[in-house]
């Protein structure tokens, strides 16, 4: 059989059919080890995977294959700092939920989101939550950010989540489309995810027990049908995004904005840092890259460069 995994916490998965019936699910041995992604995580929500009846009365299980993915997110795992931990599988909008004031989202953040979404082909939005909340200066912090992400070429949507009136944008963005979510604790995620399914809360609530003993759950991500169409795919809360696999020379092509203008370098291997003749520098200097962006792209270099 075939089916779309829903949820994992690391030992079993949630699989829907093709029948819409929902089976748990382990691994055959042979899949725990994965050499092309060397994840801690054979096996993502969002995968297609293949597997057999080992109760047909009670549901359960065996997977013994995983489609090819169109794509995948990943970030150092949280266990090991040498590894990745796969994400989430087939997405089509990798949408980072931050805000301005409590707690605060650090640019730096932001771009290590946005640098990731990047390097794994996955259109990200970003969504300013909290804007009802805003004082006077976190007002002028906001514009900034519009400006900034504006000018790199990326989709920014302000709301307030408690207000429905704020989401139809944001709402018409992500129908029908598979929609990763992901940010810092306390950003209003799950208020935002409410309002796009209604009693989702309330589901949350009654599997919570299911994932078993021992289990560190909080480090997987778990899916669900919107009603109007499309999936959106939950993430737990997130301190910082730890980046892995990622060579100082190709950091560049990641940002959207100097990815445009890197043919203009004097040097084909130019970092943007010291070299002379760097259209990356120069665009700073004309104000057509932020300097805001820049200083977060140099702090990112100068941490690839330590892990060498």
């Not at 916490?9 to 080890?33: C, E, N, P």
């Not at 939920?97 to 290590?112: C, H, K, L, M």
């Not at 950091?251 to 203008?261: G, K, T, W």
């Not at 004097?266 to 970092?271: A, Q």
Request: aromatic content about 8%.
């Amino acid at each position: 059989m075939r089916g779309v995994v829903y949820k994992s916490t690391g030992s079993w998965y949630a699989v829907k059919d093709a029948d819409g019936i929902f089976w748990d699910a382990r691994i055959k041995g042979k899949l725990k080890i994965d050499d092309e992604i060397s994840s801690t995580n054979p096996v993502a929500v969002g995968d297609t995977v293949i597997f057999e009846a080992e109760d047909n009365t009670i549901k359960t299980g065996i997977i013994s294959d995983v489609a090819d993915r169109h794509n995948y997110m990943v970030r150092v795992s949280p266990h090991n700092k040498n590894q990745k931990h796969i994400i989430a599988s087939n997405i089509d909008i990798a949408l980072l939920v931050a805000s301005v004031g409590e707690p605060r989202t650090s640019t730096g953040f932001i771009d290590r989101f946005l640098i990731t979404a990047e390097a794994y082909h996955i259109p990200a939005v970003i969504v300013v939550n909290k804007t009802d909340l805003l004082k006077p200066k976190h007002i002028d912090i906001l514009q900034r950010w519009l400006q900034i992400y504006n000018e790199a070429g990326y989709e920014i949507y302000p709301i307030s989540a408690p207000h429905r009136d704020t989401l139809s944008q944001l709402e018409s963005r992500i129908k029908n489309k598979t929609t990763l979510f992901s940010g810092h604790s306390g950003v209003g995620k799950s208020t935002l995810i409410n309002q796009f399914i209604p009693g989702i809360a309330i589901k949350t609530k009654e599997v919570s027990g299911w994932s078993g003993k021992g289990q560190h759950t909080t480090t997987f991500a778990e899916m669900f049908d919107v009603p109007g169409g499309g999936k959106i795919i939950d993430t737990p809360g997130v301190k910082e995004f730890g980046l892995i696999d990622f060579q100082k020379e190709e950091l560049s092509q990641y940002f959207p904005e100097m990815r445009a203008r890197l043919k203009d370098c004097k040097f084909n291997n130019c970092l943007h840092v010291n070299e002379p003749g760097c259209a990356i520098k120069q665009a700073v200097a004309e104000q057509k890259i932020s300097e805001e962006r820049y200083v977060s792209y140099v702090s990112i270099l100068e941490s690839i460069e330590k892990k060498w």
